[in-house]
């Protein structure tokens, strides 16, 4: 079956300027996640959504934010982008978030 | 969550069982012990979980102790594929919304 999809895989943005990620979960997934990852911080969650409704939210500041749609995909979207935002993004999918989560291969953002 | 300490890096040599250990001496009655690694750049990927008993599946065996204070991953005979960061995690399973706490990990590397 195929994986969970993150669209595009590499993307450079200027400071100040918004930016838009995808994730396509595995079909039947219902949970999506994110996650920052970056060489300083490691792997940091962001936030969880679950039938289309936030359920769980990390220590990012609201210019970081998400949402669900009904056939489960996920976008996050950067608003103000700022050096410190460039890094790897990754999504993961799990059924209902109790079990196993699938991860993407990620979005490589880099904010010049 | 509770708290997992891993040793920083490990080696193993091509062919040999991997033991990677994980101490959580803080860990909750209703938390599960999750494993996943991390292969250069990839997402991580999910391996194995467990709550008391031991559990083994087609990528390795999870040993948890009696008292579940402690905990080994095992990769039977390691290929220099399994070079990766694995990453001990705890969490409790709920329907409430989940987050995984990554912590460093292990830096496991197989020497041919």
């Known amino acids: 079956k195929a994986g969970v999809t993150q669209t595009p895989r590499y993307l450079i943005k200027t400071r100040g300027q918004q930016v838009t990620l995808s994730c396509s979960p595995i079909?039947?997934?219902?949970?999506v996640s994110w996650y920052q990852q970056t060489p300083g911080q490691g792997l940091q969650f962001l936030f969880e959504y679950f039938s289309e409704t936030q359920r769980n939210k990390g220590n990012f500041p609201g210019r970081f934010s998400g949402r669900q749609f009904s056939n489960s995909r996920s976008e996050m979207n950067v608003s103000t982008l700022e050096l410190g935002d460039s890094a790897l993004y990754l999504c993961?999918?799990?059924?209902?978030?109790?079990?196993?989560?699938?991860f993407g291969s990620g979005t490589r953002l880099t904010v010049v | 969550d509770a708290k997992t300490t891993q040793p920083t890096s490990m080696d193993c040599a091509e062919g040999r069982a991997a033991n990677l250990p994980c101490n959580h001496s803080t860990i909750s009655g209703n938390e599960y012990v999750y494993w996943y690694r991390q292969i250069h750049s990839q997402g991580p990927q999910y391996i194995i979980h467990g709550l008391k008993n031991n559990e083994t599946n087609e990528m390795a065996s999870l040993i948890i102790t009696e008292d579940r204070k402690s905990s080994t991953l095992i990769l039977p005979h390691a290929t220099l594929r399994d070079t990766a960061v694995y990453y001990c995690i705890v969490r409790a399973s709920t329907t409430s919304g989940s987050r995984l706490t990554f912590g460093e990990g292990t830096q496991l590397t197989v020497n041919p």
């Open positions: 079909s039947g997934h219902r949970s």
């Open positions: 993961a999918s799990s059924f209902e978030g109790i079990d196993g989560y699938t």
